[in-house]
């Protein structure tokens, strides 16, 4: 296939150039390339082709939950609302509310997320009919010694899915230090070091998870030597940020202005080398899924004070390279041999003029939809449809399950 006529970001500009793409991998780039027999031409005149973006944490099948709990404080939030209605999610339930999430996250130019959640299984099932990329992790709790099959649950994920048409992997998730003992933490990294898996966990997203252990206390069990993505930091001592070294934190700024949790401390981060990442969180606490609307409230929140934080090309690389590294999968650059993951805008777009500022416009204007998104060399979302799934179904499916869950009824 040959990309055709667009204008690419390379090296954080835009230049003339098409794309040939084979086996789901960017095999050539110039200014024009002549079509082999057999070839597919897409003519993307009038467009704008960057590398897809990356969601490095979310619950996808909580959108059955979306506004379902509102103006409340984080334990309210989670213990007597959330985990109830959790409850009800079946199987079938996650797989809608994960197929509507692509969808939402699709319609922003992302190409892969990495998941923590239940049901993990069908959330893959729905990845794998969407076409999506994701790290999927069973979301692990132990207490009394017991974490009821959680552990096993994720390594028959493993085994099943892993490697999955080069699109979906199976980490690792134990939920957070305040739900996991010391030993099933020590489990699972070993786990995570026999058999070269990423590790994911909530990570100091509330003052109060000092009262268990500290920070030092959870990495020292070996989190510093097992590939680590870290979620929210946002209560962490300027002195433990280097504890960090080596990891990939998430930073979830708007589900932690949400939920009251505080301001993550992205600039010493980035003070510290760490290359940072955005996630949304699930959408029952944020309640969008769209990376680039979440990046920008990060930069302006680290701007407040000093707009020389969070700058431009470091902000870009945080949903672009660093989320596929803290995914542990190739790309995030329009390089050859690079998969072809792309979101793709129109250049007429009102909010990106100029042109020749396009990334600051793309970071500090943007706010639509993108007008497609490639994954591995297909589209996933183009010019307002979904090309893998019929929306009025998912939307019909989607809609009973969520009434199941939250119990409304109308
Ligand atoms: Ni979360």
Redesign the pocket.
């Known amino acids: 296939m040959i990309l055709r006529n667009a204008k690419v970001l390379i090296n954080y500009t835009l230049q003339r150039a098409d794309i040939r793409i084979h086996d789901g991998k960017i095999i050539e780039i110039s200014e024009n390339i002549e079509r082999n027999d057999g070839e597919e031409v897409v003519d993307l005149s009038g467009k704008i082709i960057t590398p897809g973006f990356v969601n490095t944490?979310t619950?996808a099948s909580m959108s059955l939950l979306r506004g379902y709990a509102e103006d409340l404080p984080f334990n309210d939030w989670l213990f007597k609302k959330i985990l109830p209605a959790e409850e009800k999610i079946t199987p079938e339930g996650a797989y809608y509310g994960a197929l509507l999430s692509m969808m939402e996250m699709a319609t922003h130019g992302i190409v892969a997320f990495c998941d923590?959640y239940f049901h993990e299984d069908m959330v893959a099932k729905a990845v794998a009919d969407f076409g999506m990329k994701a790290l999927l992790t069973r979301g692990l709790v132990d207490s009394n010694g017991d974490d009821n099959g959680r552990l096993d649950e994720n390594i028959a994920l493993y085994k099943k899915w892993h490697g999955y048409e080069d699109r979906i992997f199976v980490g690792l998730g134990p939920h957070a230090p305040y739900t996991c003992s010391k030993t099933y933490l020590s489990r699972i990294i070993d786990l995570a070091k026999s058999n070269d898996m990423v590790v994911t966990m909530?990570f100091f997203e509330n003052l109060w998870e000092y009262e268990k252990y500290t920070p030092k206390e959870i990495i020292e069990l070996g989190f510093d030597k097992v590939h680590f993505i870290p979620?929210h930091c946002t209560q962490l001592k300027p002195e433990d940020i280097e504890l960090l070294n080596g990891s990939y934190p998430s930073i979830n700024t708007v589900s932690n202005m949400k939920l009251g949790n505080g301001i993550p401390p992205v600039e010493d981060m980035l003070n510290n080398d760490l290359p940072i990442t955005i996630g949304t969180?699930?959408p029952a606490s944020n309640n969008s899924q769209n990376v680039l609307f979440d990046l920008r409230v990060s930069i302006l929140l680290q701007k407040r004070n000093d707009p020389k934080n969070f700058v431009l090309n470091k902000a870009f690389d945080s949903i672009t390279k660093n989320g596929y590294r803290a995914l542990n999968i190739p790309g995030g650059e329009i390089v050859v041999g690079n998969p072809a993951d792309f979101a793709i805008f129109d250049e007429e777009h009102i909010q990106l003029q100029p042109l020749q500022n396009f990334l600051e416009n793309l970071l500090h204007a943007y706010t639509d939809k993108v007008y497609a998104t490639m994954v591995n060399g297909k589209f996933v979302y183009i010019d307002g449809k979904f090309p893998t799934v019929n929306i009025k179904e998912v939307l019909s499916k989607f809609t009973t399950f969520s009434k199941r869950v939250t119990g409304i009824e109308n």
Do not use: I, K, N, S
């Open positions: 944490h619950h923590m909530h979620v969180d699930g």
